[in-house]
């Protein structure tokens, strides 16, 4: 009888321990579930709410006129085009910068690979095409006259044809470099040369620093000066020069 009692009362204490250890067992796997499924949760709800394009848009720091820097320090060069040069300083340059600026402005860029070229040029500088919304700069930066179509090894991209027609009406109706830069070809196998860039200040056969301003070495100078002469208060002439470094222009010898 007292054998029986015992084993009675052991089967309960037992019982009771398996039903403890199940409901811990599942109070924790419940825990670990809801975690995981919170997790995937926050995962799915940050995917929805960022913006569709938020993968393939950028805000960018223009360089030049088909050269552009994105935030993360990553630059972009406007494939399948070719615009006049900063430095040295090329007709049409400065005003190939502002209509990119100007077309840019501060939207967010999307930016599209080019399947017939590189990933990258030998600089290192992603070859891509620039879309503000759904507009094609590199397009339109030939249509208004500040870019010519380059194809770089005669690879000719998906909007070669309209690249080619853009340029050829440009340069028709004498609009952009091609009414200011008389020595301008168009020859899409080749880069675009203006020539040089037009100087901002008569100098004078008889006294050629007559005509110079005056100006203070290694100081900013304005776009609208580069490639003027300027001369220091000691008499030493300088140009108003793109320091690559600094994205600036300065006063250097």
């Known amino acids: 009888m007292i054998v029986k009692s015992a084993n009675k009362e052991l ?16 109070s924790f796997n419940s825990v ?19 913006p569709a394009s938020l993968a393939n848009s950028y805000e960018a720091l223009i360089y030049d006129g088909d050269t552009l820097t994105l935030k ?3 630059k972009v060069r406007l494939v ?20 990119l600026r100007k077309l840019v402005g501060t939207s967010t860029i999307r930016l599209r690979k080019e399947p017939v ?18 507009k094609n700069i590199n397009l339109e930066l030939v249509r208004q006259g500040a870019a ?4 770089y090894n005669g690879e000719r991209g998906r909007y070669a044809n309209q690249l080619l027609e853009a340029a050829k009406l440009a340069q028709k109706n004498k609009i952009g470099l091609w009414k200011e830069c008389p020595e301008a070809r168009l020859d899409p196998s080749r880069a675009i040369d203006t020539g040089p860039a037009k100087p901002k200040s008569a100098v004078s056969p008889d ?21 003027v002469k300027g ?11 793109t320091s690559v470094k600094e994205n600036r222009l300065r006063w250097r010898k």
């Open 11 to 26: 089967n309960s204490m037992l019982a009771k321990l398996s039903f403890k250890y199940f409901i811990r067992k599942a």
């Open 32 to 50: 670990k579930f809801s975690l995981r499924f919170s997790l995937v949760l926050v995962i799915l709800l940050s995917i929805c709410m960022a």
């Open 72 to 74: 993360s320090g990553e």
């Open 80 to 99: 399948q085009i070719d615009t006049p040069e900063l430095s040295p300083a090329e007709c049409y340059g400065i005003q190939a910068k502002n209509l």
């Open 117 to 134: 070229s590189a990933n990258k040029d030998r600089r290192g500088r992603l070859l891509r095409y620039v879309f503000v919304g759904s």
């Open 148 to 151: 010519a179509p380059w194809f």
């Open 207 to 227: 006294n050629p620093r007559s005509d110079l301003k005056s100006i203070t070495p290694g100081a900013f100078c304005a776009e609208s000066d580069l490639g």
């Open 231 to 241: 001369l220091s208060s000691k008499g030493i002439e300088y140009t108003c020069k």
